[in-house]
């Protein structure tokens, strides 16, 4: 499968975060006033555009980087950063690729990093900025206090949302119990849940763009998003219809491309459910239960789908008898018990926090 443009920028990021030998190296390049030519990886592609230069073969550290940045030519490291393969290398890329660079060296890079897969790094020598290109994709390295202070927006923004998440969760766990539960309901959970899923993912770009200095923010951002993720695959799995062509990993992976106006569009939220077409927005629906039977604890998934399986829906579930349960293959009188009390325990604190 190919990767996303988060997932080729997130790896690049890595090459270059801060506290890292390579960031370090870049910094004593940046602090000369001198600009670099990078290319990470020295497979046989590489060096089949590699003109001139010379063999060095050196183990990587950062005073050597920026030594060698002294020459005008590219430098070479090895695929891992650990050592500098070739230095004051001219790169002669295929002249008909695309760039929308000014610059040789920002030109060069950019049609390397398309024709190669190797993440090229430049580094400008009057402007200051540090650039990776990948696979098309380029990103621009910022000061660290400024991407400090778009992560703290982002976490506050992160925050506002967990909380509309946590709402409309919390509502649809008393619907659920009430059986009262609407197509709206259902879509409204999985937008926010996405709309969480996709602000974390950009601070998660901060967070590795910042290294060493991110830690924080890192704690901050698992804190906010711990369970989302789940929450989020056990209420497609609660409420989606399965066939032959439509499993869940197609769901939940069609809802995480969903562009942002198709996000905001509950009607195509709900389309990804493969619902009867007669049902709308406003049409009943019955939760198979995964979500409340794993807020048991101690409860496995397996289990759970054992006690679905048999059942088939929560309503049904919550009424079942002790007898009725250990009749499910795997749950004996005292795992039954659990979960009889358990939900008992769900539905109560649901409803209480719904009206209260």
């Not at 490291?77 to 610059?103: K, Q």
């Not at 982002?154 to 766990?173: E, M, N």
């Not at 009424?319 to 009725?324: C, F, G």
């Not at 659990?338 to 539905?347: F, H, Q, T």
């Amino acid at each position: 499968m190919a990767q996303s443009r988060s997932e080729v920028l997130f790896a690049a990021l890595r090459l270059v975060a801060p506290g890292t030998p390579l960031r370090e190296g870049i910094d004593r390049i940046l602090q000369a006033k001198m600009g670099a030519l990078i290319v990470v990886g020295d497979g046989p592609d590489v060096l089949n555009i590699c003109s001139g230069g010379f063999l060095l073969d050196a183990e990587f550290t950062p005073q050597r980087l920026s030594e060698l940045a002294k020459m005008d030519g590219a430098i070479i490291l090895a695929l891992d950063g650990s050592r500098v393969a070739r230095a004051n290398v001219h790169l002669v890329p295929d002249p008909d690729i695309p760039t929308t660079e000014t610059g040789t060296r920002h030109r060069t890079a950019e049609r390397v990093a398309r024709q190669i897969d190797v993440p090229v790094i430049t580094v400008s020598e009057e402007m200051g900025v540090v650039s990776i290109h990948h696979r098309g994709h380029k990103k621009t390295l910022e000061p660290i206090p400024r991407v400090l202070a778009r992560a703290d927006q982002a976490l506050q923004i992160l925050g506002r949302y967990k909380a509309r998440l946590d709402g409309v969760s919390g509502a649809l766990s008393a619907l659920e119990v009430e059986d009262l539960v609407t197509v709206r309901d259902v879509a409204t959970v999985l937008q926010r849940a996405e709309m969480v899923r996709r602000i974390a993912g950009e601070i998660e770009e901060y967070v590795i763009e910042l290294g060493t200095d991110g830690r924080l923010v890192e704690l901050q951002l698992e804190e906010l998003t711990g369970g989302v993720e789940e929450d989020r695959r056990l209420v497609c799995k609660d409420y989606f219809v399965e066939s032959s062509e439509w499993a869940l990993g197609q769901m939940t992976t069609k809802l995480a491309h969903l562009s942002d106006e198709e996000l905001l569009d509950l009607r195509e939220v709900a389309s990804l459910l493969h619902l009867p077409s007669d049902m709308d927005l406003d049409s009943s629906l019955q939760p198979h239960g995964y979500r409340l039977l794993s807020k048991i604890p101690r409860l496995s998934e397996t289990i759970a789908e054992k006690v679905v399986d048999r059942f088939g829906h929560l309503p049904k579930i919550m009424r079942a008898s002790i007898t009725d349960l250990v009749e499910v293959p795997g749950v004996g009188e005292a795992r039954a018990r659990a979960i009889k009390d358990g939900l008992s325990r769900v539905a109560e604190s649901s409803i209480l926090d719904r009206y209260a």
